[in-house]
């Protein structure tokens, strides 16, 4: 019996008709999926690919500028780099890298010599050994700081080659420092919260977006790219406040003077064109922990509170409105005197007998006002608030900053009403109002009763197009009658000559006001505390300025409204008064004052000469100049400042924005003390320089 021998060849066949199938199958299946890609899935996958290659990226607008009346900015975007480097060895090779890291921290270190070049020469290798694409090396960075760097070694490769990577973004600055800060106020776009004209007009001033097709390109960096899409962003437009920086630095400096003194918790002034209700400066400080003062709250707009006898305006206006005679020779008691089952007294121990009502009113006897007020409205108590609802005591203002107070005036139907609140509503308690309502009432009484809508911004501009103009708005075209108005205008200037008002006695122009000050914690047991106050306008024949000072909690023994917040609105007073509406000419009694800047661009000092109608001096108007040594007019001429290269410039009686133009074109940086002009540089005028020195400058 013989064995069968195995037919190799056939086995080997099998074999190979298997592994044919299996990758004839695999084929099949590779052309299926690519099908199913193309065809079926094709439009998924492509758009896939496009999201990882192109996106849209938004391109942020630039905030509009704020400025003062008179054109000075007040807060305007400015940007602030970041540079970065890409260490990769792709980007900066190492023959360069290790050729020129030690002169590149060289130049570091001399840009920030607070910073080693060794220590910037250990961390750069650092980074480099660990290959980071995005290594930080400054925040905050200036331009002209950026434009140096864009010199350095390595660094001038620029991004591709040198690793070279900037971040811009913008920083909201206020040149003037915390110049009325609290009133221009602030916006944070993430949280959307702010206060102030920041906020207010945020819509405006924030512009609106754009968006760009960028591609990305190697090492994760995306580029712009051509699209017929692209939108350019609209940047926002520019706010015309009504404020006046010189107004508003000299009400600032009157507040911290009186606020310092006194060492007061807080406290506010507001200065408002009577005609128009423009305010032209408003100030706000509060004491801080370490003692000194800062703007953190609007006082002015935001806080309602009783006012004290500042509100017996109001109350004197209600009972000669009632009245159907003259009652400002009528005799009324003083000293003190029971309302029901409380006490009323005066602040002058003992009073000062039955003397006329209008010598009550220029005393501010508490007795002698809220006397008459009982008398006349006893029978209709009602009556006497709906007159100080007729003066809008009751409503706010509707300003537009935000925040404003919510008065408080209550009426006999008020749960807390009782047999004394009609004696105590007259001089000032049981009512609450904010320091800017309470000087609007005057407002209209100098403005011959019409009372005017106080406000803060007078125009949106886009460049030099007007695109909004806000024109003044009556509130209430007359809150008294004509011999009401008449009566209580007399009766201010009483104040101011032979009342609690002297203070503001002048030989120049005349004053109408009357001061407050009113206990703030009266409970039994309780530490009594209280707030000082003036309000009024000037001069009284012809009324350009109303004016308004509160402070709250002074120490130091004085409390009074004419002995701590009289001399702040008598300060105000009178550099407006010598400022503003004489010209700058000499004044008799004050000696010689001139409001011509020492120093300045050329352009702006002309402008200024031309507005107060004086003979412009024939300038370059691209140059800076400075008025001749002695000089006091126009006449006496101006010399041309000689701009040397490298060396600090001349600065002294330049304002803060021609002193900063002229360091920045300098590649110099300044750090600033005080306010004012510039009284004292360091390093002095002429001194050898580098960029990017900083100079100390002090105003004054």
């Known amino acids: 019996m013989s064995d069968k021998v195995p037919n190799k060849n056939s086995n080997f066949w099998k074999r190979a008709w298997w592994i044919y199938l299996f990758f004839l199958l695999l084929a099949a299946g590779i052309v299926a999926t690519a099908v199913k890609v193309v065809f079926v899935d094709g439009e998924h996958w492509r758009k896939l690919a496009q999201n990882q290659t192109l996106r849209y990226e938004e391109t942020q607008a630039s905030r509009g500028n704020i400025y003062s009346s008179d054109n000075a900015l007040l807060a305007v975007s400015v940007p602030i780099f970041t540079v970065r480097m890409d260490l990769h060895p792709s980007v900066v090779c190492n023959d360069t890298f290790d050729r020129y890291v030690r002169p590149l921290c060289d130049s570091l270190h001399r840009m920030y010599p607070a910073v080693s070049s060794q220590s910037f020469h250990k961390t750069l290798l650092e980074a480099r050994k660990k290959k980071k694409r995005n290594f930080l090396i400054k925040n905050k960075v200036t331009y002209s700081e950026l434009d140096r760097m864009r010199h350095f070694p390595i660094f001038k490769k620029g991004q591709y080659r040198g690793g070279f990577v900037v971040e811009e973004k913008e920083r909201r600055s206020r040149p003037n420092g915390i110049l009325a800060a609290r009133t221009i106020g602030y916006y944070n776009a993430e949280s959307k919260t702010g206060v102030g004209l920041e906020r207010a007009y945020n819509k405006e001033l924030q512009g609106t977006s754009g968006h760009r097709l960028t591609q990305r390109v190697a090492h994760g960096i995306w580029r712009p790219v051509y699209s017929a899409d692209e939108v350019k962003p609209e940047n926002g437009k520019d706010l015309i406040t009504t404020l006046d920086i010189r107004i508003q630095d000299v009400t600032e400096a009157a507040l911290q003077r009186c606020m310092e003194g006194n060492e007061a918790e807080h406290g506010c002034a507001v200065v408002m ?103 006349i409205f006893h029978a209709n108590q009602q ?194 008064y010598a400022t503003l509406m004489q010209g700058g000419r000499e004044i008799a009694g004050t000696g010689s004052f001139s409001p011509y800047p020492a120093a300045g661009y050329a352009a702006d000092i002309q402008a200024v000469h031309k507005h107060i109608g004086e003979g412009t001096p024939e300038l370059e108007p691209t140059a800076f100049v400075r008025k001749n040594t002695g000089a006091v007019r126009v006449s006496d001429g101006f010399n041309e400042l000689v701009m040397a290269k490298d060396v600090v410039p001349d600065l002294r009686g330049m304002g803060l924005r021609d002193a900063s133009f002229l360091l920045e074109r300098c590649g110099l940086k300044a750090r600033v003390y005080g306010k004012g002009r510039v009284k004292r540089q360091e390093p002095a005028a002429g001194s050898p320089c580098v960029a990017g020195q900083t100079v100390v400058i002090e105003l004054g």
């Not at 503001?504 to 004053?511: A, D, G, I, R, S």
């Open 383 to 576: 009556k006497f608030v709906d007159y100080l609802y007729k003066m809008r005591l009751n409503k706010p203002l509707g300003v537009e900053i935000p925040g404003e107070g919510e008065p408080y005036i209550k009426n006999t139907k008020d749960r807390t009403w009782s047999g004394v609140s009609l004696p105590w509503m007259s001089i000032g308690y049981e009512v609450k109002v904010t320091p800017l309502q309470m000087l609007n009432l005057y407002n209209a009484v100098a403005n011959n009763g019409k009372m005017m809508k106080p406000m803060f911004v007078s125009a949106i501009r886009r460049g030099s197009e007007t695109v909004k103009a806000f024109e003044p708005q009556v509130l209430v075209e007359s809150i008294c009658s004509k011999s009401t108005l008449a009566a209580v205008q007399k009766l201010l200037q009483g104040v101011v000559e032979s009342g609690t008002g002297t203070v503001l006695q002048n030989p120049l122009y005349k004053v109408a006001a009357k001061t407050g000050t009113a206990q703030m914690n009266y409970g039994k047991g309780q530490k009594i505390t209280y707030r000082a106050s003036i309000v009024g306008y000037f001069p009284a024949e012809n009324p350009r300025y109303s004016c308004i000072v509160m402070i709250t909690s002074p120490q130091g023994g004085r409390y009074y409204g004419g002995s701590v917040a009289g001399p702040v609105f008598n300060d105000i007073a009178q550099k407006i």
């Open 273 to 375: 064109e009577v005609k128009t209700g423009k305010v032209v400066a408003m100030a706000n400080l509060t004491k801080q922990a370490d003692g000194t003062y800062a703007e953190s709250q609007n006082y002015a707009v935001g806080e309602a509170v009783e006012p004290g006898s500042i509100f017996k305006l109001a109350s004197t206006i209600a009972i000669l409105e009632e009245s159907k005679e003259d009652v400002t020779h009528r005799i009324v008691p003083t000293g003190e005197m029971k309302f029901y089952n409380r006490w009323m007294r005066d602040s002058h121990r003992g009073g000062w007998g039955d003397i006329p009502f209008s010598e009550a009113f220029e005393k501010s006897s508490n007795v002698g006002i809220s006397y008459l007020a009982n008398e």
